[in-house]
Every structure is written in structure tokens, then in C-alpha cells.
């Protein structure tokens, strides 16, 4: 009957009202916490002001099922405050850090582009969910590492884990991404800072679960959160999701084929594979990019000081030249573990949606990355259709898709400028409507009762595989552009170490066209030769104009 | 229309789409009901059908109006115009009255945009227009708590531009058209008449021109006959008359509007305070009256101190204060003179009406908006008007989930329309007076965060005071108290709001009356 707002107010009345310890073991059949301790100590936080407010919103047991016009206010307006509080100021601080060689007229088109974004917008408000602080703690991290706090940014990460176990699908990306920074730094930089993160990490999960750990529990009570969080025995997939296992479903069925343990066993093969190209990609540029090997590493140590600054909390070292890779990496590994892994819910499109959105903010109009950028968030919410059907915000859809379209200037169905991708995307923009119209129109046959919702996945799940493999090659082709794969040439260190950044020369303004020129190396020595020491994305360049008080006024019309 | 025009429109229909699911106040209810009498009744029931309490009391435009809507309305679903199918809320009846509202509306956006061209300062005037169509006075009472406002603010509108364009014909027929959709346009009427009169019917040296006078009456009587025609031939114009003009509401709408009477009736609130404790004694309390306006209900206001007010006496104020700006308007016939006195007109009706309601002061906002970028004095009242006005129609929406809506969009939509037209029109006051009044002018606006902090939290404060434990039924005791209390943020919002708008009415009087232009 009840879902997920249910769910959430469930969860305040039951952390205000009981001791921690019970907090993942009290009546679990009436919607159990299964969210980790963030999401616990956060319904605490909102439960307290929810029953300074009206106690009886939030009464143990007896205020289930409360849906009061007072009560559903103030529990959209706790989303609406998280969300103020952690995702803005991330996407903020996003548009500022990653995008700094921009103008800031730019920056806030990208951070009102990045604001709006529709998928999130429906789910957690209207759908409800608390999912823009998971995003907005991995966006932090994010921000992070690319000014160089590596510690910070891990600390936000674990943030990020331990608000929704739905972050872990960043994982490998993020775990890959600070790897490949200690590889880079070289043996005594780089174990410093391995050890460092690692106790970093440690400690903030350590925190995190204090209350399950001795001395404030018996060891094996930690077992009870861990085992509400990650739920092992349900099926491979519950309802239609756009996801390889309930596409190929329609030939292969799976579920008759092979027992349940060796489709677990499958399901983790094919993500770990999925993700793969990503670590490799990020391992084998940060190793072959190191700032330790032998023959530059004196010579660099009085020179580039930059880039091989100890990481010292206080300032902000510089950002590492694979930086570039990590929106695509994240890109990747979400992807594959929303494509292959088990129990996957339409809604965790969301997570892969990010990153794409983010590439997306930093992307002009006649870029591939724009094009299949709207193309995937559109997709997304056709993708989620069948539950926003359920929950009837039919209306909602239509309108929050019309809006975020229209504010881009986006047009699916104009072909200016005709490639295969354009001819793809309005293929694939063609297919939604056609199912649109269909369900409008025609009842679904008796034999078939779910066949709209298997279309829907049949539409979509082609998309978000070619957005996979399309992360893939960008991500290749960015570690090559950045001189991370082949053979290392003799050429002074500085042309390895002076990456330009993928998505910061992307600017959408045709005043800025020239820099779109970012992979001949003219341009980059160029840009070299015009002394802008360019760190990844522009952060240094930001910085620098901002010494020289220019900042805000670059208008380019 | 240009790019911006459209991207204005596709963005606030999806706003509009968005209210859908929105609070509807029992209009939604009596237009549905509407439909359902003018589609499943004969034109000669229309204005006798009982079978809801929300019977028909708009003039025979806007039935036959209901009737064109109740058409569509039964291929959409039959149960819409089911004359005994009463307070129906499916999604349909919600998705087919709201769409009308937002169709219809196009005659308001199609009027503003015909404002912009031919206008004295087409930029300025793009900003107006678009704060017309985007006004949160429609918001909030078309789309969200459920008229048709829009459409014959449309109307209006139509008409006003007809008379900058010189074309007075036919600006006096879309009045006449605009009063048989509804009556509250009286209000308007005297304005029309003087101005049509002087400007177009007589002659600079006041002989009557004949044939223009004989083309207006013929097109006035034409439009009321359409409208009236067939009610004056089944007999039913006392009858349809009895339902437009219903004499038997109290001074004072539930909530105050924020009115000169809205003032009255605090002061002899706490005129009674004083006179209670005997600091004033000699002086006799109306006991009626003690227990008449702390309620907050609708019914007949009894002063219990001051001398009570009857229809009589606020409808001699109305007209002797429209006598004067008349007497003006007959004068200076220029098109911003005829704006002003249509604005003061409807100012006067909505400062001493009797029984007015927060809604109709959408008849001042409307026609001052077109002067707002006249200069600073102007602007000024528009501004002040504009945001008491606004902040007045808030609790129109009392429900929660509505709050944050109307607060956010009201407050962007003071930001992107004052500040452009404040930046271009701004003066310093001139000598030290005017610079008290413009501090003044400035801390009162400031002060309507505080107000709209003081109305959200003072009950979450009063409820948290009471005791928790009797939930069902309160001890008698504190219910007079807390009922009491619990009507404190509307009297205060009504009195602070009508502080403002009785000072624009002051301010705009004035200014018509001292400037020679």
C-alpha cells in the first residue's frame, strides 16, 4: 500500500522513539530500515524537528499511515531542505571547480542546467526519496579530489556509502581514480597517501557504525545493519527495469535457465567486466603518467612544482592530469553495475544519470556528449515511466520534461545537423512516443498483459548500453588525449603533465569555438606558451583570474 | 510573437500543468456544477436549479460560456455534467476544468501582447505584459484556487486597448460584452461612462454628436439583449437579477479585506478592549457586537463600539468619492487619464464596498499595473498596491502544501517585475517630506517577511502552549482563547495589508487629482 515516503516517515518516528541498537532490528516487517546508519542518524535529525513541530507525525506506532496535508509539507520539506543544504552547494561548487576556465555567465547556465535536471527532480520530489544527498556527497568528493584533497573528497565518499548503499556503484571508480593518484605520486608520495586514505576511510566508516561496534555494542550487532543493507536473497530483478537481465529476458529466460546462486555469480562476473575498461583506463594512465620515474624526477622536483606537491590538507595541491577520466570512469561503472548487476531498481538510473548530466553541463550543442547527454536523460525518464504512472504524476512527467528541454533550447526532433547519433536519438525519441501513444490509446492484449512496460525496457535498455560503451572509448580516447597510453615519449615532461581537460574546453559558446581544438597538440602548446599552466579543468586558471579580479565580468554573448 | 514570448508561455503552462493536482477551493465545485446546469437543463431552468447550494449567479455571458464548455466537458466524461453527480473530483472533471482555465487564458496573454506593439515604451511595456500574464494574482486565484479570472481580465483588457488605439466603439462594446460575463465589473462601469461619453459621444465643445451616441447605445442595448434577451422574454429578469445582486451578506467577507473597513473593525476591536476595561467609561457597548467579528465568520458585522455601518452609507462614500475622480476624468479624457480614473474606479468600490472580497482587488491591480512604469510616483503605488494586494490574496490558500508555491512564485515575481521597472523609473524624492515617506514606503514593504514569518510560525507557537493530551476535545475553557488566537494572523495580515492599500488609494488619488497631465 505505502512505498517510499511511507518508508522515510517510518524511519523518524522509529530513530526519535528508539535506541540505536533497535534501529535495525525493530518490526522489520512494517518497512525495516534498510538504509545505511547516514540515512538513520539524518531521519533522527528530521524526526526531532518533525515532532517539535507535531509529535503525532512522528508517534511510534501509532502514526503509521499518517498522511496529514501538515505532515506531507513538512516531509517534502525536509527533502527540500537536504536538498538545499548538500546538493546545491555541491553542483555549485562543481560548476565553480570543474568548470572554472569558463565564464561564470556559463557556469550558472550549467549549474541551472544541472539544477533542473527533470529524473531527480520527479523522484525526489515527487516520488520521494532522499536521493540528491547520496549524489550530492559523491559530487563533493568529486570536487575534491579535482582541487586535491584527496582525504576530504573520501571522507565525502564514504558520506556518500553511508547515506544510500546505491553510492556503491561509484565505487570502483572512485576507489580506481585515488589508486591510480598514489600510483602516480610514486612509491613515497604515493604510500603516504595510500595509507593516509586508508585509515581515513577506515575511521570515517568506524564512525559511522560506532553504535553497532563495541564498546557501545556486542560485535556481532554490527551484523544486523549489514544484513538489512545489502539483501542477498532477493530475486535477479523485482519489476521491469531497463537493465540487460530484464531485456534479454524476453528471449532467454534466465530464471528457468540457471539456479539463483549462479546468477549471482553471473550478474557480479558481468559488472566487475562492465567496469573493467575503467579501472585499466585509470590505473594504466595514472601509472604511465607517475611523476617518479627516474629520469625526469630530480629535474621535476624543482620545476613542476606543481604537480608533485606533497597532499597537505592545508593547501590545496594540484589536481592530477587523470582528473579528465573520472566523470567518464563514474559514467562506467554506474552503468555497468545499473546494465549487469542483481536487484536493480528502475530508479537507480539516477546514479549513472549524474555523471552523464555533469559531462553534459560542460558539453556544447553540437557535441556528441550534448546529444547523448539529453538523449539519456530523456530516455531516463521515459525509462521510469511505468512507476510514474503508478504514482500518478503522469502530468508531472510531461510537464517536467517540456520545461527542462525548453530551458536547454533543446529540441528532440530537430535535425540540424544530421549524424548517425542525430538520426539514432530521434529513432529512439520516435520508439518513446510510439509507446506513449500506444498505451494512450490501446489496451494491452489479454495474452500480454505487461507489454508496455517491456517495450519501455526494449526502448531503453539499447540507449543506456550504448551510453556504456560510448563512456568506454570517451574514456579511452581522453587517457590517450592526456598521454596516458602508448609508449611514453622522450618529449619534455611538461607535454604529459599539461593535460587539457575534456569537458572545461567544451565550451557551449561559439565565441570559445577555438578552443574546441583541444586535442591537436598546436592548440595545447598554444595555450602553454600563454603561460596558463593549466591544472585539469581549469581550476588553477580560475584561481588566477580571480587574483587578477576579472572574475564574474567575462561575458561572452 | 518573438522566441521570449513563447518560451514564457510554454514555461508557465508547465507551471500551470504542475498546479494540477493543486488545493481547489469550492469554486471548482460551482463551476463544475455550472456545466452540469447548463448542459443537462433547458435555458429556462438555468437560473431556477436548486439541486446544488452553488447555484448560478453570474450574468447569461458566462452561462452560455459554461454551456460551450460543458460540450467538450461530456465527450471527456459524461459524469462531468451530471447535474446530481455533485462534488465529483475524479482526475478527469480536475484535468478538463484546470485545462479550460488555461486555454481561456490566452485571451489575457493574446491582449498583453498586443499591448507591446504601439506602446510609448515598447520594452517597458513587454515587462508590464508579461507581469500581467504572469501575475500571481491569477495564479493564485485562477489555477490554484479556481476562477476564470484570466479570461475576463482578457476581456478587459481587450477593451482598454481598444481605447489607446482610438477605438472607443468597440472598446465600449467588449465592456459591455466583459459585464454580462460578470458583474463585479460594475465597479468599472462609472469611468466607462464618463469617458465614453465625453470622449466619444460629444464634441470638444460639448454638443452631442448623434450618430456616434445612437452607434454606442444601439451596441450597448445590442450586447445586453444577446446576454438578457432571452430571460426578458420567458419573464425570468427578476428572478436572474435576484441571484446576480444577493442583499443579504454582512459588511465584512470572513476573512477582512484588507479594506478601510478591514480598519474599522480593528479599531472598534480595540476600541472595545479599552472601553472593557473601563478606561472609557460612559461610553455604551453593543453587546451583538462583542461577539460579532472575533469569529471571523460570515454574517453581519455589529460594531460594538463605533456606530454601526449599513449598504447605504458605504455606497454613498463609494459614489461620492467616484464623483470626484469623475469630475477629473470629464475634464482630461486622455487615455492615461481614463487608466487611472478605470483604476480608481474599481480602488474605491474594493476601499468601501460592502461585503467585499480579498479576490477583487485584482479589478485595482490589473489596470494601475498599466501605469506602473509611467514614472516613480506611479510606480510607487503600483509597488505597494502590488505587494500588499498579493500578500492579501495568500490566505485565499490556507492549505499547507500550497504555502511554498505561492510564497516562492509571489516573491520571483516581485523580483524580475519590480526591480526592472524600479531601476528605469527611480527618483530620490525631492524635498524632505517625501524623503520621510519614501523611508517609510521602504520599511513597511520590508516589513511583509516578518508578517509572513509571524502568520507560519505564531500557530505551531500557539499549538505548542496548549496541551497535548486533550487532542479531540479542548476544555472550554481555553477554546474561547484559542479560537481567538487562532484568527490573530488573519486580522493582522488584513489590517497590515489594508494599511498599504489605503495609502495607495491616497497616493494614487493625488497624484490624478493634483497632476495637470
Same mark, same amino acid.
Given at each position: 500500500m505505502f512505498g517510499d515516503y511511507e518508508a522515510q516517515r517510518h524511519w523518524m518516528e522509529l530513530t526519535i522513539h528508539l535506541p540505536t541498537r533497535q534501529w535495525y532490528t525493530y518490526d522489520l516487517q512494517y518497512w525495516g530500515l534498510d538504509y545505511p546508519p547516514l540515512t538513520a542518524y539524518a531521519s533522527w535529525l528530521c524526526g526531532i524537528v518533525g515532532s517539535w513541530i507535531d509529535p503525532s507525525w512522528v508517534a511510534l506506532d501509532d502514526s503509521r499511515g499518517v498522511e496529514t496535508p501538515g505532515s506531507k509539507v513538512f516531509m517534502r520539506s525536509s527533502v527540500l531542505a537536504l536538498d538545499t543544504l548538500i546538493y546545491v552547494p555541491a553542483l555549485f561548487m562543481f560548476t565553480r571547480v570543474w568548470q572554472g576556465t569558463r565564464s561564470s555567465r556559463t557556469q550558472n547556465l550549467a549549474l541551472l542546467l544541472l539544477l533542473f535536471q527533470p529524473a531527480l527532480t520527479i523522484i525526489d520530489f515527487?516520488?520521494?526519496?532522499?536521493n540528491s544527498v547520496m549524489l550530492g556527497f559523491t559530487l563533493f568528493s568529486m570536487n575534491f579530489f579535482a582541487i586535491g584533497q584527496e582525504l576530504v573528497g573520501a571522507v565525502f565518499f564514504v558520506l556518500s556509502l553511508g547515506f544510500k548503499q546505491m553510492a556503491l556503484y561509484y565505487a570502483p571508480a572512485i576507489g580506481t581514480y585515488l589508486l591510480a593518484k598514489c600510483l602516480y605520486l610514486g612509491p613515497t608520495e604515493g604510500t603516504k597517501l595510500f595509507i593516509r586514505l586508508g585509515i581515513v576511510t577506515s575511521a570515517s566508516f568506524v564512525i559511522l557504525f560506532l553504535p553497532w561496534l563495541p564498546p557501545f555494542a556486542p560485535l556481532r550487532a554490527i551484523l544486523n545493519p549489514i544484513t538489512r543493507i545489502f539483501p542477498f536473497n532477493r530475486g535477479l530483478f523485482e519489476d521491469k527495469v531497463a537493465n540487460f537481465w530484464c531485456a534479454t529476458n524476453v528471449v532467454l529466460k534466465w530464471r528457468l535457465w540457471a539456479t539463483q546462486s549462479v546468477l549471482v555469480k553471473l550478474s557480479t562476473a558481468l559488472t566487475a567486466l562492465g567496469f573493467l575498461p575503467a579501472v585499466a583506463t585509470l590505473l594504466f594512465s595514472g601509472y604511465r603518467l607517475r611523476v617518479w620515474s627516474t629520469t625526469e624526477a630530480p629535474a621535476e622536483s624543482d620545476k613542476k612544482d606543481d604537480d608533485k606537491a606533497p597532499v597537505t590538507p592545508a593547501t590545496p595541491a594540484a589536481p592530477t592530469p587523470i582528473l579528465p577520466l573520472l566523470p567518464y570512469a563514474l559514467l562506467t561503472s554506474s552503468l555497468s553495475f545499473f546494465l549487469f548487476s542483481f536487484q536493480v531498481h528502475e530508479k537507480t538510473i539516477l546514479v549513472p544519470l549524474l555523471p552523464m548530466t555533469l559531462l553534459l553541463s560542460g558539453s556544447s550543442p553540437d557535441e556528441q556528449t550534448f546529444e547523448l547527454g539529453m538523449l539519456m536523460n530523456n530516455v531516463a525518464m521515459f525509462s521510469m515511466w511505468p512507476l510514474l504512472k503508478r504514482d500518478g504524476q503522469g502530468i508531472q512527467y510531461v510537464a517536467l520534461l517540456i520545461l527542462w528541454n525548453k530551458l536547454i533550447g533543446y529540441n528532440p526532433f530537430r535535425a540540424a545537423r544530421s549524424s548517425y547519433l542525430k538520426l539514432l536519438s530521434l529513432a529512439v525519441y520516435a520508439a518513446c512516443f510510439a509507446v506513449h501513444l500506444a498505451e494512450l490509446f490501446i489496451s494491452p492484449p489479454a495474452r500480454l498483459p505487461d507489454i508496455f512496460p517491456v517495450l519501455n525496457v526494449l526502448v531503453s535498455t539499447p540507449v543506456f548500453a550504448l551510453v556504456w560503451l560510448w563512456s568506454i572509448k570517451r574514456g579511452v580516447e581522453v587517457s590517450w588525449a592526456i598521454g596516458g597510453l602508448g609508449s611514453r615519449s622522450k618529449a619534455p615532461a611538461s607535454s604529459h603533465k599539461r593535460p587539457l581537460p575534456a569537458s572545461a574546453s567544451s565550451l557551449p559558446l561559439p565565441a570559445d569555438r577555438q578552443s574546441e581544438q583541444h586535442w591537436s597538440p598546436d592548440g595545447a602548446t598554444a595555450l602553454r606558451a600563454g603561460g596558463l599552466r593549466t591544472m585539469s579543468l581549469g581550476y588553477a586558471q580560475a584561481r588566477q583570474r580571480k587574483a587578477l579580479g576579472r572574475s564574474g565580468s567575462v561575458d561572452i554573448h | 510573437m518573438t522566441k521570449t514570448d513563447w518560451d514564457i508561455l510554454i514555461a508557465s503552462t508547465c507551471l500551470k500543468l504542475l498546479l494540477f493536482p493543486a488545493y481547489r477551493s469550492t469554486d471548482f465545485e460551482v463551476h463544475r456544477n455550472w456545466l452540469a446546469i447548463t448542459h443537462s437543463l433547458p435555458i429556462s431552468k438555468w437560473y431556477y436549479? @436548486? @439541486?446544488? *447550494?452553488? @447555484?448560478?449567479?453570474?450574468?447569461p455571458f458566462f452561462a452560455y460560456f459554461e454551456k460551450l464548455l460543458s460540450i467538450p466537458a461530456y465527450f471527456v466524461d459524461p459524469r462531468i455534467v451530471d447535474l446530481n453527480n455533485l462534488n465529483y473530483d475524479s482526475w478527469s472533471v480536475i484535468a478538463y476544468q484546470r485545462t479550460t482555465v488555461i486555454v481561456t487564458e490566452l485571451v489575457l496573454g493574446a491582449a498583453v501582447l498586443k499591448?507591446?506593439?504601439?506602446? *510609448?515604451n515598447p520594452a517597458m511595456q513587454r515587462i508590464i505584459s508579461a507581469s500581467l500574464f504572469l501575475h500571481p494574482g491569477f495564479l493564485i486565484v485562477d489555477h490554484i484556487h479556481f476562477q476564470y479570472n484570466g479570461f475576463m481580465f482578457g476581456i478587459l483588457l481587450w477593451s482598454i486597448l481598444m481605447a489607446r488605439n482610438d477605438r472607443k466603439l468597440a472598446s465600449g462594446f467588449l465592456f459591455a460584452v466583459l459585464l454580462n460575463f460578470k458583474h463585479i465589473y460594475l465597479y468599472l462601469a462609472p469611468a466607462y461612462f464618463i469617458y465614453l461619453l465625453r470622449?466619444?459621444?460629444?464634441?470638444?465643445?460639448? @454638443?452631442?454628436l448623434p450618430g456616434r451616441f445612437l452607434s454606442l447605445a444601439n451596441v450597448v442595448i445590442l450586447t445586453f439583449l444577446a446576454s438578457l434577451g432571452p430571460f426578458l422574454l420567458m419573464g425570468q429578469l427578476p428572478q436572474l437579477l435576484s441571484r446576480l445582486f444577493p442583499f443579504t451578506r454582512g459588511l465584512n467577507h470572513a476573512y477582512w479585506a484588507p479594506n478601510v473597513w478591514a480598519l474599522v473593525t480593528a479599531l472598534d476591536r480595540v476600541l472595545l478592549k479599552v472601553v472593557s476595561r473601563g478606561q472609557l467609561a460612559g461610553i455604551a457597548v453593543n453587546e451583538f457586537g462583542v461577539a460579532s467579528t472575533s469569529r471571523g465568520l460570515v454574517g453581519d458585522t455589529v460594531f460594538a463600539v463605533l456606530p454601526t455601518v449599513k449598504p447605504i452609507h458605504t455606497f454613498a462614500i463609494t459614489v461620492a468619492f467616484q464623483t470626484i475622480y469623475m469630475g477629473k476624468l470629464w475634464m482630461n479624457t486622455s487615455y492615461k487619464s481614463f487608466v487611472t480614473a478605470l483604476t480608481l474606479c474599481g480602488f474605491t468600490s474594493y476601499m468601501f464596498g460592502w461585503h467585499v472580497h480579498e479576490k477583487a482587488i485584482l479589478l485595482v491591480l490589473v489596470p494601475l499595473s498599466l501605469l506602473a512604469a509611467e514614472d516613480n510616483e506611479y510606480f510607487r503605488t503600483f509597488e505597494i498596491a502590488s505587494v500588499a494586494g498579493i500578500f492579501s490574496l495568500f490566505p485565499l490558500l490556507f492549505t499547507p502544501a500550497e504555502t511554498l508555491t505561492k510564497i516562492i512564485y509571489s516573491v520571483l515575481w516581485v523580483i524580475f517585475v519590480l526591480r526592472p521597472i524600479h531601476r528605469q523609473v527611480y527618483q530620490f524624492p525631492r524635498s524632505f517630506p517625501f524623503v520621510v515617506i519614501d523611508v517609510l514606503e521602504r520599511l513597511y514593504l520590508a516589513c511583509f517577511p516578518l508578517l509572513q514569518i509571524f502568520v507560519t510560525v505564531f500557530p505551531l507557537l500557539t499549538k505548542r502552549t496548549t496541551p497535548v493530551d486533550g487532542t479531540s476535545d479542548h476544555a472550554d475553557a481555553a477554546d474561547t482563547g484559542v479560537s481567538a488566537l487562532k484568527f490573530l494572523p488573519l486580522m493582522v495580515t488584513s489590517v497590515y495589508c489594508a494599511i498599504g492599500l489605503v495609502w495607495a488609494f491616497i497616493r494614487l488619488s493625488v497624484i490624478y487629482l493634483a497632476r495637470q497631465d
Open positions: 515527487g516520488h520521494f526519496q532522499y | 436549479d @436548486t @439541486t446544488s *447550494e452553488w @447555484t448560478l449567479d453570474y450574468p499591448f507591446i506593439r504601439g506602446a *510609448e470622449s466619444y459621444c460629444l464634441s470638444p465643445s460639448y @454638443t452631442l
